[in-house]
């Protein structure tokens, strides 16, 4: 890649991230700062944690984010590094810039309106503000973001139910390859209401227990990011990480600490939402980058 398109990506990313907490300072959200080695991370069947000398380096900074929500904070952003084993790839590093923000007295229906303003902010403050052009394709952002249930995508893109998805373990494999290609291809798509087995941290239903109040929005077939009504009920959540890490055991991985502490403080916690987004992925969008290593600085390649 060319020095110097580099680093117009660079001076771009640079803009979106100073564009990014320009919208939460305007909606009253303050920005923290939280550790990034841990003695305890979220037990996640899918992710294996990168280990620093008995610690972990976070793959999020959920868990000390929502315990400031315990102890009082009510609006909170955070732009920092989060750290993932074995992940590499067009859309993937292992060193990632996520952006989290949470909430209180929220749900991921606020989320959701929340994403689809900010999307537009950044669109704006970069002289684009109706439309996205990614890869040769343009992208409505003036009009309403899509919403499809997780049920309805697989009605409409794939040959089998949610259920047997679910039955015949499936369900990743179909939304990877069979569903995510078709999400956001003419406007960005808020893909929700998940499988309760799917989202760990996120608050069911109150009357579907079974669907858990959880989305994800993409923008040109790319996964930007995942929100949810946060579960508050801190002995349901012990039993989901059991859970997790009961999964991990039986694909031969190593069984992780709980987060007490964490788990203390839920207990005290307030009903609230949050969401990860991936700053990478949106910057790759509005560089028109079909590759990640091209808006970052030194990809692992080049270490």
């Known amino acids: ?62 868990l000390f984010m929502k315990r400031l929500l315990a102890r009082g904070a009510d609006k909170i952003f955070q732009i920092c590094k ?23 007295d929220q749900s991921y229906e606020d989320l959701m309106v929340q994403c689809q303003d900010l999307l537009r902010h950044i669109a704006k403050g970069l002289g684009t503000p109706e439309r996205l052009i990614y890869q040769g394709v343009s992208l409505d952002l003036a009009n309403a973001f899509e919403r499809i249930t997780v049920s309805e995508a697989f009605e409409r893109f794939c040959d089998l139910s ?42 069911a239903h109150s009357e579907k227990p079974d669907i858990a109040q959880r989305f994800e929005i993409y923008v040109a077939g ?8 946060e579960l508050t009920d801190h002995e349901l959540q012990r039993k989901r990480f059991e859970k997790e890490n009961e999964l991990r055991i039986t694909q031969g991985k190593a069984k992780l600490p709980l987060p007490e502490k964490f788990l203390s403080d839920l207990a005290v916690m307030p009903p609230a939402a949050g969401i990860a987004l991936g700053i990478d992925r949106l910057v790759m969008l509005f560089c028109d980058a079909p590759d990640i290593e091209e808006i970052v600085a030194f990809p692992p390649e080049l270490l």
């Open 222 to 229: 790319i996964e930007l990011a995942n929100g949810f009504t």
């Open 162 to 203: 949610l259920n047997q998805a679910m039955d015949t373990g499936r369900f990743d494999e179909i939304i990877s390859f069979d569903i995510e290609p078709h999400l956001g291809t003419s406007r960005p798509c808020f893909l929700y209401d998940y499988p309760i087995s799917m989202a760990s941290l996120s608050a």
């Open 82 to 104: 989060c750290f993932r084993q074995g992940e590499r790839g067009q859309r993937h590093l292992p060193e990632l810039t996520l952006l989290e923000w949470y909430a209180v």
């Open 1 to 62: 890649m060319r020095c110097s398109k580099l680093l117009d990506n660079l001076k771009k990313r640079s803009l979106v991230i100073e564009l990014t907490r320009d919208f939460f300072r305007s909606m009253d959200f303050f920005e923290v700062e939280t550790p990034i080695r841990c003695p305890s991370i979220i037990p996640e069947a899918h992710i294996d944690p990168v280990t620093s000398q008995g610690a972990y380096l976070q793959a999020s900074p959920e």
